[in-house]
């Protein structure tokens, strides 16, 4: 898809060509009655427009250099409405540049000193001289890229002291322009195909809402033996909100509330926990609290027990922990040979609950092949959750171009779900969230399958959704193998059930 450049000032346009010379772009002179004629430059142009050039900084976190892109550019008549430019930014980041994504002010002349501060209180990220009138009258979706000249405190109207602001702006610029290639080559529409059921299950749901509900009834900081679950978003939120995250309870200050996570935890947590007079409240997710009750169970009666999970996995060290002695973890069908048991006729399997069913089943296969008296678990532990979200990302697999799972990378059942779409034949790609996706992954795709973990928040499809969309429309349907309708309650010690 074609590209126009429009820029307002000559300098502007001397960075954005020196970056991409193989864009068209206009100069069209300072302030808001040029930007305004300045739509009419670019009135036949079906392509996407891009109003590029500096900005002064208001937030004071932005410092000459830093790149600004816009979600939203505000006039004095008006907010308008800019397409989501997370993948545009993804783009920019991994190439080193510091990049921002936000509001951006419109204003009739240069601001400075109170007015600043006072348009900074509003949110906004930057300030130039054009782009909500350009965009206004282009009536079209815009992107904006601005590079800041000043900071907050280093304001423009003097020329001498931000020289050196305006040469980082021009290097900036001129490195952005020449990504902006990189970007403008996946433009164009595309079908989204959402998986159904998919993002955050019952188990996660439940830990997170705990997290929440235990900062409403006592206060910050609470503290979280491990990530609450596997997802950096969620992680990052609960600690804006005054969660403290710890790797084991000996951080946790005598007497004060830690939470687990929804892997579990081992007994030995739970003493230790105790020794230091903890007030515990437990997420472990039900459904890993039944593989630990059925450890104990096969312990109990003599079986040596082989985990099929992923060593050094959270929830696998909880579940080793319920019977040291007699767990064995293994992870593949090559392993099963070299299993060795106290005795044959007394050997169970259990599972991690977020493994691939089909892998873990030709596993288990393998074991009864090996102990045909194998014992297993009263019903599947591979969860519902797991099972309904790798069956959703097959039936995606097969008829889409590439299958984008949006998880954690330490998250095991968001990987799962990348390589089941690659064994059911799709190209997969797990991403954290939207400018976590790389222009390259969408050249030639035509049909996006999206899904996401079981740990990750249904808020982060949606930012893909709407990066997406930002590139060319979409249209969004959805393919739906199960309903899930599972709700776990919360314990005793939060919320209503205090
Ligand atoms: S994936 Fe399954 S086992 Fe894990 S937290 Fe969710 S519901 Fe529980």
Redesign the pocket.
């Given at each position: 898809m074609s590209l126009a450049v429009l820029t307002a000032m000559g300098i502007e346009a001397r960075a954005v060509r020196g970056g991409a010379p193989w864009a068209r772009v206009e100069k069209f002179g300072i302030g808001p009655a040029r930007a305004e004629q300045a739509a009419s430059l670019v009135s036949g142009h079906d392509g996407t427009v891009v109003i590029a050039g500096f900005a002064g900084a208001l937030d004071e976190r932005l410092q000459p250099g830093d790149i600004v892109l816009a979600s939203e550019l505000r006039g004095p008549d008006g907010t308008v409405a800019c397409g989501d430019p997370a993948i545009l930014a993804g783009v920019l980041r991994r190439a080193g540049l510091r990049v921002y994504v936000g509001p951006i002010v419109s204003s009739r002349r240069i601001v400075h000193g109170a007015r600043r501060r006072e348009l900074a209180a509003t949110g906004a990220l930057a300030v130039d001289m054009e782009s909500a009138w350009l965009a206004e009258a282009h009536g079209r979706p815009v992107v904006t890229l601005r590079a800041v000249s000043d900071s907050q405190d280093q304001e423009i109207y003097r020329p001498i002291r931000v020289a050196s602001g305006v040469r980082a702006a021009f290097r900036s610029l001129r490195q952005a322009s020449a990504l902006l290639g990189e970007w403008a080559d996946v433009l164009g529409e595309r079908e989204i195909v959402l998986g159904s059921p998919r993002a955050s299950?019952?188990?996660?749901v439940r830990?997170v809402d705990i997290v929440r509900q235990a900062l409403a009834d006592r206060g910050a900081p609470i503290y979280v033996r491990k990530q609450i679950?596997h997802n950096a978003h969620v992680v990052s939120e609960l600690e804006a909100l005054g969660a403290v995250f710890v790797e084991e309870v000996d951080e946790v200050p005598e007497g004060a509330t830690v939470i687990y996570s929804?892997h579990g935890v081992s007994p030995a947590v739970r003493q230790a926990a105790a020794e230091r007079d903890l007030d515990v409240i437990d997420a472990t997710?039900?459904?890993?609290a039944k593989v630990h009750a059925e450890t104990r169970r096969f312990a109990r009666r003599g079986f040596d027990i082989v985990l099929v999970g992923h060593e050094g996995h959270e929830e696998v060290e909880g579940t080793i922990g319920e019977a040291p002695d007699r767990v064995r973890v293994i992870s593949s069908v090559e392993e099963v040979e070299a299993v060795a048991v106290a005795d044959p006729e007394r050997v169970a399997y259990l599972t991690q609950?977020?493994l691939a069913v089909d892998e873990t089943a030709l596993v288990v296969e393998a074991l009864r092949e090996r102990f045909p008296a194998l014992a297993g678990p009263r019903s599947d532990d591979i969860?519902?959750?797991?099972q309904n979200r790798q069956d959703a990302v097959r039936a995606l697999a097969r008829d889409c171009d590439i299958v984008l799972v949006v998880g954690s990378q330490n998250s095991s059942?968001s990987r799962r779900l990348v390589e089941v779409a690659e064994r059911a034949g799709s190209r997969s790609q797990l991403i954290e969230r939207a400018d976590d996706i790389r222009p390259e992954l969408l050249r030639d795709v035509r049909r996006v399958g999206l899904t996401a973990g079981?740990s990750a928040p249904e808020e982060l499809v949606e930012g893909v959704v709407s990066a997406l969309d930002a590139l060319g429309s979409v249209s969004v349907s959805e393919r739906v193998v199960a309903t899930e309708s599972i709700q776990f309650k919360l314990p005793p010690q939060v919320g209503r059930n205090r």
């Amino acid at each position: 898809m074609s590209l126009a450049v429009l820029t307002a000032m000559g300098i502007e346009a001397r960075a954005v060509r020196g970056g991409a010379p193989w864009a068209r772009v206009e100069k069209f002179g300072i302030g808001p009655a040029r930007a305004e004629q300045a739509a009419s430059l670019v009135s036949g142009h079906d392509g996407t427009v891009v109003i590029a050039g500096f900005a002064g900084a208001l937030d004071e976190r932005l410092q000459p250099g830093d790149i600004v892109l816009a979600s939203e550019l505000r006039g004095p008549d008006g907010t308008v409405a800019c397409g989501d430019p997370a993948i545009l930014a993804g783009v920019l980041r991994r190439a080193g540049l510091r990049v921002y994504v936000g509001p951006i002010v419109s204003s009739r002349r240069i601001v400075h000193g109170a007015r600043r501060r006072e348009l900074a209180a509003t949110g906004a990220l930057a300030v130039d001289m054009e782009s909500a009138w350009l965009a206004e009258a282009h009536g079209r979706p815009v992107v904006t890229l601005r590079a800041v000249s000043d900071s907050q405190d280093q304001e423009i109207y003097r020329p001498i002291r931000v020289a050196s602001g305006v040469r980082a702006a021009f290097r900036s610029l001129r490195q952005a322009s020449a990504l902006l290639g990189e970007w403008a080559d996946v433009l164009g529409e595309r079908e989204i195909v959402l998986g159904s059921p998919r993002a955050s299950c019952a188990g996660v749901v439940r830990a997170v809402d705990i997290v929440r509900q235990a900062l409403a009834d006592r206060g910050a900081p609470i503290y979280v033996r491990k990530q609450i679950v596997h997802n950096a978003h969620v992680v990052s939120e609960l600690e804006a909100l005054g969660a403290v995250f710890v790797e084991e309870v000996d951080e946790v200050p005598e007497g004060a509330t830690v939470i687990y996570s929804a892997h579990g935890v081992s007994p030995a947590v739970r003493q230790a926990a105790a020794e230091r007079d903890l007030d515990v409240i437990d997420a472990t997710c039900p459904l890993v609290a039944k593989v630990h009750a059925e450890t104990r169970r096969f312990a109990r009666r003599g079986f040596d027990i082989v985990l099929v999970g992923h060593e050094g996995h959270e929830e696998v060290e909880g579940t080793i922990g319920e019977a040291p002695d007699r767990v064995r973890v293994i992870s593949s069908v090559e392993e099963v040979e070299a299993v060795a048991v106290a005795d044959p006729e007394r050997v169970a399997y259990l599972t991690q609950t977020t493994l691939a069913v089909d892998e873990t089943a030709l596993v288990v296969e393998a074991l009864r092949e090996r102990f045909p008296a194998l014992a297993g678990p009263r019903s599947d532990d591979i969860c519902y959750a797991t099972q309904n979200r790798q069956d959703a990302v097959r039936a995606l697999a097969r008829d889409c171009d590439i299958v984008l799972v949006v998880g954690s990378q330490n998250s095991s059942n968001s990987r799962r779900l990348v390589e089941v779409a690659e064994r059911a034949g799709s190209r997969s790609q797990l991403i954290e969230r939207a400018d976590d996706i790389r222009p390259e992954l969408l050249r030639d795709v035509r049909r996006v399958g999206l899904t996401a973990g079981a740990s990750a928040p249904e808020e982060l499809v949606e930012g893909v959704v709407s990066a997406l969309d930002a590139l060319g429309s979409v249209s969004v349907s959805e393919r739906v193998v199960a309903t899930e309708s599972i709700q776990f309650k919360l314990p005793p010690q939060v919320g209503r059930n205090r």
